[in-house]
């Protein structure tokens, strides 16, 4: 007899898709079909998505260091109920990730809580100074996978690349926080009608595609795997589109917000639209929701940051930079970008898995792999009210969002069902 059977959904196979049912035994998916048998619990999924779990691979869990944001664990409730079964943790916390020991702690604090897989990332420069090279081999050996500074571009261009050959050696990816230091240095929102209007000093496009355009020069000399990081402009599409054409190894992501919102949202001054790279011209969105639907970008990324509500309700120049994300991607990804099934779950899930290098995330279901999988109704319209985060800096509180996570599960464990 088998545990739980999922009847009826729309089912991502490593055939393809079909409306077929789903067996879960013990950790496993025991068969995919019709008339499976009987169950002990049987959940009717007309109308609903099933498919792998998905998997972030750009989220700020703030431990260890500034836990009273957000850890591990509440981070883990919220990815969960996002759909997700595996994210990868930035590495700009306190201390930064930048030894193997740090790396090992935050995976370990993940399997403590149980909720998703937690990977960590390795800094690129030791405590993300930008002056010398992170214990590289050391992370490797701890598992990291994915090299970044983020939240701050890596501004020497001798040491990156250097970074980026000794990365391509290991067989990992280079992703880097795609916006020029100096450029960037002085605003606090896009430079626009509405930053003029505002009269707050703004930050150019051209932060984003000059070190876009410089990074993916220094991908065709060294050969690595590089990575943007959180997309905004209509030009760094064009970039990253022109350098897949050319051949170089090159992957990019786009997060919930850019995709969503645009710099109006920024004229009522909500500090919760603060983040960086900010937030573009219409245009811009736009471009990126096109980008993400025709595979230029091949993951949505939710840079989900945590802010304490002391941080954020202040004047907006005065805030901190991010807003939370990984409760509402999904639905964004439906809702707002239009991703049919197959799109969702490969730049969601597939995608992401492939990037980050894990080799148990991201696989179309197949009978006898683990079930670590999501459940999601495409068409329901709602409005959240309430987050698992330990901090609320998100504009989608209230706002009404179309396609909503309805279960999701890890290793046969449900980790989140619609409701609970």
């Excluded at 150019?204 to 065709?220: G, K």
């Excluded at 917000?257 to 245009?283: C, G, I, Q, W, Y």
């Excluded at 899930?349 to 459940?375: K, N, Y």
Aim: net charge negative; hydrophobic share 40%.
């Amino acid at each position: 007899m088998h545990d739980l059977i999922l009847l009826n959904g729309s089912v991502l196979t490593s055939e393809g898709l079909r409306r077929t049912s789903v067996a879960i035994a013990g950790d496993r998916i025991a068969a995919i079909g019709d008339d499976l048998g009987d169950s002990k619990e049987a959940i009717t999924c007309d109308g609903m998505w099933i498919g792998p779990a998905l998997v972030d691979i750009h989220t700020h869990l703030r431990e260890p260091g500034h836990e009273w944001k957000e850890d591990i664990a509440s981070g883990s409730r919220a990815a969960a109920a996002g759909g997700y079964g595996a994210v990868v943790a930035m590495p700009n916390t306190d201390p930064p990730i930048d030894a193997g020991h740090l790396a090992r702690f935050v995976r370990d604090r993940g399997i403590d809580v149980g909720l998703v897989d937690v990977f960590s990332s390795g800094c690129i420069s030791l405590a993300r100074r930008g002056a010398t090279m992170s214990h590289f081999d050391d992370l490797w050996n701890s598992g990291v996978r994915i090299f970044t500074d983020d939240g701050d571009s890596v501004k020497d261009t001798a040491l990156l690349r250097a970074a980026m050959e000794y990365v391509a050696s290991l067989g990992g990816v280079v992703s880097q926080h795609a916006v020029d230091p100096d450029l960037s240095a002085a605003g606090f929102m896009h430079e626009g009608s509405v930053s003029s209007r505002l009269g707050m000093y703004g930050i150019p496009s051209q932060a984003d595609d000059i070190t876009i355009a410089r990074d993916i020069t220094l991908a065709e000399m060294t050969g690595v795997h590089y990575h943007v990081q959180h997309l905004s402009t209509a030009s760094g599409v064009e970039l990253v589109r022109s350098a897949k054409n050319r051949g170089v190894r090159i992957t990019a992501e786009v997060s919930p917000h850019h995709l969503t919102f645009d710099h109006t949202a920024v004229a009522s001054t909500d500090a919760n639209f603060k983040v960086m790279p900010p937030l573009r011209e219409p245009t811009d969105r736009t471009a990126l929701i096109e980008g993400l639907s025709d595979g230029t970008i091949d993951a949505v990324a939710t840079d989900h940051a945590p802010h304490a509500a002391l941080e954020k309700e202040v004047p907006f120049e005065e805030a901190p930079n991010g807003m939370l994300g990984l409760e509402w991607a999904a639905s964004v990804a439906i809702g707002v970008a239009g991703l049919d099934q197959e799109r969702f779950f490969d730049r969601m899930s597939i995608r992401p898995a492939s990037i980050a290098a894990l080799e148990h995330h991201g696989r179309p279901l197949a009978a006898r792999d683990h079930a670590t999988l999501v459940v999601v109704n495409p068409s329901e319209v709602w409005k959240p009210a309430t987050t698992a985060s330990k901090s609320r800096n998100a504009p989608y509180l209230g706002m009404q969002m179309t396609g909503r996570v309805h279960m999701t599960m890890l290793r046969g464990e449900v980790t989140h069902v619609v409701g609970s």
